[in-house]
């Protein structure tokens, strides 16, 4: 979909309900005189973030960032550097405030609502986000993904990383990492009023992450619904109003 696409994927150890399946969940089957049968495996869903998404500060319009490099990098500094639409001109040239907006949030994908001034991950590093179904009550989770492949979920496990691994200390700072999570929009998942199609894995830019196990003799029935990672206008409330809320 975008020419340098950067996927998060749900990640089957954050779920509250597992059934202990890599794969699958068990929904219990009756047939017509109401017994129980041998459980039926129904298709696991994963919401893979596979937009990028800034809102103008002008125009209030949506723009496409065609990397999650280029987003980070627009994260960090919206507070200081308002997005507009003459920052598109970088990989979209000639688009102003009176073309159309290039997505909106009736797109039929989930939204998420990012949060501003996130530090750009550290080199070598990644990023991740995963969404939770609809009935967690915690909306999303962020970890880290070390050079060695080791997963981060806190500041506490950073600073622990960071000290079995001197050679890293030199170059990082704690706070290089945050583990902020995006916010849901004012409506709904869409992902709760659509019917999601099936996709194949997207491709990712290292082969290790371009496949999918299977269980053995199973086909992987896997749901994915697409989200856009939003980052909207950020609103800057002056110290009065601070005062009087």
């Known amino acids: 979909m975008l020419a340098d696409k ?11 309900n597992s059934s202990g399946s890599a794969s699958y969940q068990v929904v219990p089957y009756k047939n017509v005189q109401g017994e129980n049968n041998l459980p039926v495996l129904s298709k696991k869903r994963k919401f893979i973030i596979s937009t990028y998404s800034v809102q103008c500060s002008t125009c209030k319009k949506w723009r496409v ?3 999650k490099l280029k987003y980070e990098q627009i994260r960090e500094n919206i507070i200081q550097v308002p997005f507009s639409c003459k920052y598109v001109h970088g990989w979209k040239p000639q688009v102003t405030c009176h073309d159309p907006t290039d997505i909106s949030e009736d797109n039929g994908m989930a939204w ?4 501003p001034c996130i530090p750009q991950t550290p080199l070598g590093w990644e990023r991740n986000i995963t969404l939770r179904n609809e009935q967690s009550t ?8 070390s050079p060695a492949g080791i997963k981060i979920r806190s500041k506490k496990e950073v600073e622990r990383y960071l000290e079995d691994n001197p050679d890293y200390a030199a170059d990082l700072h704690l706070s290089q990492f945050s583990f902020k999570v995006p916010k849901p929009p004012n409506c709904p998942r869409h992902s709760e009023l659509i019917e999601p199609t099936e996709v194949p894995p997207p491709v990712h830019e290292d082969p290790v992450h371009n496949y999918m196990s299977v269980p053995h003799g199973e086909a992987n029935l896997v749901t994915h619904i697409a989200v856009t990672l939003a980052l909207q206008v950020p609103v800057i409330l002056s110290k ?3 005062l009087n809320q």
Do not use: C, G, L, N
């Open 112 to 115: 998420a609502i990012d949060i």
């Open 138 to 145: 915690r909306f999303a989770d962020v970890y880290y993904i």
């Open 6 to 16: 950067v996927v998060d994927q749900w990640d089957d150890s954050d779920t509250e």
């Open 65 to 67: 960032v065609p990397s």
């Open 240 to 242: 009065k109003r601070k």
